[in-house]
Nanobody, 117 residues
Framework: QVQLVESGGGLVQPGVSLRLSCAVS????????MAWYRQAPGKQREWVAR???????NYADSVRDRFTISRDTAKNIVYLQMNSLKPEDTAVYYC???????????WGQGTQITVSS
């Protein structure tokens, strides 16, 4: 069973940057398109960004030009660089396989981002 461990969250002010990490327990992750998702209070989980095995990326309109997804296959880690954070980015962030390509693995615990002045 693949395990996903997200980290790097916190309480930050608007405009700052954070980098999230997602450690994947199995190198099998290198075979899959990976994605970041987020779930804000009272809302459904939403897709944020994806990265293919070849490094191609796509972003939700709400984060394009502010967030950057990347992956380190040697370390089994997926990153999400988040710049110019806004209060509406407040959510629990998760990584997993991209749902458009594969059924997600069991979800990790996520990492909380709170953007507030």
């Amino acid at each position: 069973q693949v395990q996903l461990v997200e980290s790097g969250g916190g309480l930050v002010q608007p405009g700052v940057s954070l980098r999230l990490s997602c450690a994947v327990s199995d190198s099998i992750f290198s075979r899959y398109t990976m994605a970041w998702y987020r779930q804000a209070p009272g809302k459904q989980r939403e897709w944020v960004a994806r990265i293919t095995t070849g490094g191609n990326t796509n972003y939700a309109d709400s984060v394009r030009d502010r967030f950057t997804i990347s992956r380190d296959t040697a370390k089994n880690i997926v990153y999400l660089q988040m710049n110019s954070l806004k209060p509406e980015d407040t959510a629990v962030y998760y990584c997993n396989r991209d749902y458009r390509v594969n059924t997600p693995w069991r979800w990790g615990q996520g990492t909380q981002i709170t953007v507030s002045s």
